[in-house]
């Protein structure tokens, strides 16, 4: 698909992104004036149709950033993960796609001066620390959202993006998981608990909440 050199045009299409070898499917709207991009990196199982990042995404659209939400894995993959349950934890696979999607933004005229933060989710909040911390010259903010920021392993202590990390309250094993790995970034962090909510933030106003918080977090750190 030919890409637009209308940056000042509102833009919501489909992309299709060339990453690692692979073509990945993505949802691609940047609001006219944006100021900045924000890369969803989903858990598998959860791709750019999902309900969950597409309520944050238009939450994060209506405070002026553009959103990329893409598929980190192929339609076979996809298939292959449900079967064995092996690819969702595959980070250097997952990593390795959403650095060539964060260089693709780069290469678009309709992205590629817009400061650039990544939201992640479940497994794919990983995959975003470990690209935050290989393309620290790019990524200025991250967010996940019920990660595994554990499984990033030692690219935490690379990691000089200011990170916010979103547990719900009740999701008390990957809380104490998101504690102890906030440990290991030296840069700006913050752990913010969302009160009464599981894993994948069911409850009632769960999800406001974490797009609000994360819309505030870009809002102050993604800048020209």
Same mark, same amino acid.
Do not use: C
């Given at each position: 698909?030919?890409?637009?050199?209308?940056?000042?045009?509102?833009?919501?299409?489909?992309?299709?992104?060339?990453?690692?070898?692979?073509?990945?499917?993505?949802?691609? *709207?940047?609001?006219?004036? #944006?100021?900045? +991009? =924000? !890369?969803? @990196?989903?858990?598998?199982?959860?791709?750019?149709?999902?309900?969950?990042?597409?309520?944050v995404a238009h939450r994060l659209q209506a405070k002026n950033l553009g959103t990329l939400l893409f598929d980190l894995l192929t339609a076979a993959e996809e298939a292959e993960e449900r079967a064995t349950g092996r690819l969702r934890f595959d980070i250097g696979l997952l990593a390795s796609r959403l650095g060539a999607t964060v260089e693709w933004c780069r290469a678009q005229p309709a992205t590629r001066a817009l400061p650039l933060g990544l939201f992640? *989710?479940?497994?794919g909040? #990983?995959?975003? +620390? =470990? !690209?935050? @911390?290989?393309?620290?010259?790019?990524?200025?903010?991250?967010?996940?959202?019920?990660g595994r920021p554990d499984l990033a392993g030692a690219a935490l202590r690379q990691v000089r993006a200011p990170t916010m990390l979103i547990v719900g309250g009740d999701d008390l094993h990957v809380l104490d998981l998101n504690?102890?790995?906030?440990?290991?970034?030296?840069?700006?962090?913050?752990?913010?608990?969302?009160?009464?909510?599981?894993?994948?933030?069911?409850?009632?106003?769960?999800?406001?909440?974490?797009?609000? *918080?994360?819309?505030?977090?870009?809002?102050?750190?993604?800048?020209?």
């Open positions: 698909m030919s890409d637009s050199n209308e940056t000042t045009a509102t833009l919501d299409r489909d992309v299709a992104i060339t990453a690692a070898g692979v073509r990945l499917e993505g949802i691609l *709207a940047v609001p006219a004036g #944006a100021h900045g +991009l =924000v !890369v969803f @990196a989903h858990g598998t199982g959860s791709g750019r149709h999902s309900s969950r990042n597409q309520h992640g *989710a479940s497994t909040a #990983a995959a975003a +620390l =470990v !690209v935050a @911390a290989q393309h620290a010259d790019i990524v200025q903010a991250v967010v996940s959202r019920g504690l102890e790995a906030s440990h290991s970034i030296p840069g700006v962090k913050e752990v913010r608990v969302i009160p009464g909510a599981s894993h994948l933030f069911e409850e009632p106003g769960a999800l406001d909440q974490v797009a609000a *918080a994360a819309g505030l977090w870009f809002a102050r750190y993604l800048k020209p």
